[in-house]
């Protein structure tokens, strides 16, 4: 069991930036894959980034890629997500996901742990 807890979130101007936390705890293991994903009103939850934590593989969808960046500290239980160049469409819930796999995993399906969600609400 893991529990993942978001943080971070907030109301920014296009263009502006924040960076979310993800604190995880419980008995948590190195080799789980992270994963952000976000839900905008209406929605399906989306994949956003991806990081090992073997190595520092990362993975982002089309739409965030070059303005977004994971990040991870192992030793904190922490992943990050820096997120520049905001856009009012970035606005949705993000949560932050743990899969026990050692492959890459990029779909809601295939994530076992998930946080309950922070707020990013990008005004124009």
């Known amino acids: 069991q893991v529990q993942l807890v978001e943080s971070g979130g907030g109301l920014v101007q296009a263009g502006g930036s924040l960076r979310l936390s993800c604190a995880a705890s419980g008995r948590t293991f190195s080799n789980y894959h992270m994963g952000w994903f976000r839900q905008a009103p209406g929605k399906e ?12 593989n990362t993975y982002y969808a089309d739409s965030v890629k070059g303005r977004f960046t994971i990040a991870r500290d192992n030793a904190k239980n922490t992943v990050y997500l820096q997120m520049n160049s905001l856009k009012p469409e970035d606005t949705a819930v ?14 809601r399906a295939g994530y076992d742990y998930w946080g309950q969600g922070t707020q990013v609400t990008v005004s124009s």
Request: positive net charge; proline residues 8%.
């Open 45 to 56: 939850r989306e994949f956003v980034a991806a990081i090992s934590w073997r190595a520092d």
């Open 94 to 107: 993000y949560y932050c996901a743990a899969a026990r796999s050692p492959l890459p995993v990029l779909t």
